[in-house]
């Protein structure tokens, strides 16, 4: 995977110039969708991502999350490892058949190392645990998006046994 020095990220990163989707006067928005039905995972994130750059929105089902996709592209979607209508393989299933489908990053409350492969083999981003760490989540969500901006391609893991 290429390395990209912590400066660059954030020289790149709200109040720093570059971002995706809508425009604030020159100044592009980050819009990223988190789909969980845990309102204290938004809460969480809303804090942790606090910069008028950097729009969080949720939504709770992985219906309603591909309705919205389809409406409104999203950079990157954080999604609950299971959800009441399916879990984060449905999600990154579906959102791969999107025109410019978003980098896929996967929470639990479980997270080890065989949901982290599955994941990054299976074409997601990376996994989050839970609760969430502030720098860990703008690390991830940051560098997520920078690679989907910058075209740079993902390195899927290799297959643990």
Not at 11 to 26: A, D, E, F
Not at 81 to 90: F, K
Request: one cysteine or more.
């Amino acid at each position: 995977m290429r390395r990209i020095k912590s400066s660059a990220l954030t020289s790149n990163l709200p109040g720093g110039g570059i971002h995706s989707s809508k425009r604030v006067g020159q100044r592009k928005v980050f819009r990223i969708l988190l789909i969980s039905g845990a309102p204290e995972d938004f809460d969480a994130l809303r804090t942790i991502l606090n910069d008028p750059l950097w729009h969080l929105a949720r939504v709770g089902t992985c219906e309603e999350a591909f309705a919205r996709l389809c409406r409104k592209p999203m950079s990157v979607v954080v999604c609950e490892s299971d959800l009441p209508d399916g879990n984060w393989r449905d999600v990154l299933n579906r959102t791969s058949q999107l025109a410019d489908p978003p980098a896929l990053i996967v929470t639990s409350r479980l997270a080890d190392e065989h949901l982290w492969a599955e994941v990054l083999n299976l074409g997601g981003y990376d996994v989050l645990a839970k609760p969430f760490r502030e720098g860990e989540v703008r690390h991830v969500i940051s560098t997520a998006w920078i690679q989907k901006e910058k075209s740079i391609p993902t390195v899927r893991a290799a297959a643990t046994a």
